[in-house]
T-cell receptor, first 113, second 117 residues
Framework: DAGVIQSPRHEVTEMGQEVTLRCKPI?????LFWYRQTMMRGLELLIY????????DSGMPEDRFSAKMPNASFSTLKIQPSEPRDSAVYFC???????????FGPGTRLLVL | AQSVAQPEDQVNVAEGNPLTVKCTYS??????LFWYVQYPNRGLQFLLK??????LVKGSYGFEAEFNKSQTSFHLKKPSALVSDSALYFC???????????????FGKGTSLLVTP
């Protein structure tokens, strides 16, 4: 298996622009998680899906953030409009069952200027 | 609420010496505990987990961790450190059942391990 795939790996954009991050989970994994990593706050859960349905989005910082999972093999995290404080590494992870190991993608390093 | 504490920001050890990276946890029930490693500019890689059974868990790359319920700890250990073990290590916990945050993991802030030749 290719593991969790994320794109792009790096994104540099200007404040106010829309940013879309993409994730392809491991095939057969029913749970998908979006995390954000910053120096100040460490790893934070933003949202997670079960069978393509958002279960908990309490970690989404603001209405500027939105996430979708249109099918079992694809999810997006969108920031519109982006701000410099959104600069972070965004990770996607998936697991087959909730109690099982979450496998992480390589992350998207976002820099908002 | 569930949480994890990694009390050391950095651990330095000489190659060949044993290493320990500390982790303590807090959950309302019985925990699932995980260790992940992150190399520079890479994603998190799973090392090992404790679900149930033996308190000593063996994982990848010669690492092991001991679950201690009375001390609510899950310290990561390796008998003989390698320079290539230098990385950022994260401990994570979640309750066995769904919590207010569902099935998400709570991560510690990470401990930077530096193994010197």
């Amino acid at each position: 298996d290719a593991g969790v795939i994320q794109s792009p790996r790096h994104e540099v954009t200007e404040m106010g622009q829309e940013v879309t991050l993409r994730c392809k989970p491991i095939s057969g994994h029913d749970y998908l998680f979006w995390y954000r990593q910053t120096m100040m706050r460490g790893l934070e859960l933003l949202i997670y899906f079960n069978n393509n349905v958002p279960i908990d989005d309490s970690g989404m910082p603001e209405d500027r953030f939105s996430a979708k999972m249109p099918n079992a093999s694809f999810s997006t995290l969108k920031i519109q409009p982006s701000e410099p404080r959104d600069s972070a590494v965004y990770f996607c992870a998936s697991s087959r069952l909730p109690q099982e190991t979450q496998y992480f993608g390589p992350g998207t390093r976002l820099l908002v200027l | 609420a569930q949480s994890v504490a990694q009390p050391e920001d950095q651990v330095n050890v000489a190659e060949g010496n044993p290493l320990t990276v500390k982790c303590t946890y807090s959950v309302s029930g019985n925990p699932y505990l995980f260790w992940y490693v992150q190399y520079p500019n890479r994603g998190l890689q799973f090392l090992l987990k404790y679900i149930t059974g033996d308190n000593l868990v063996k994982g990848s790359y010669g690492f092991e961790a001991e679950f201690n319920k009375s001390q609510t700890s899950f310290h990561l250990k390796k008998p003989s450190a390698l320079v290539s073990d230098s990385a950022l290590y994260f401990c994570a916990v979640r309750d066995r059942g769904p919590t207010n945050s569902g099935y998400a993991l709570n991560f510690g802030k990470g401990t930077s391990l530096l193994v010197t030749p």
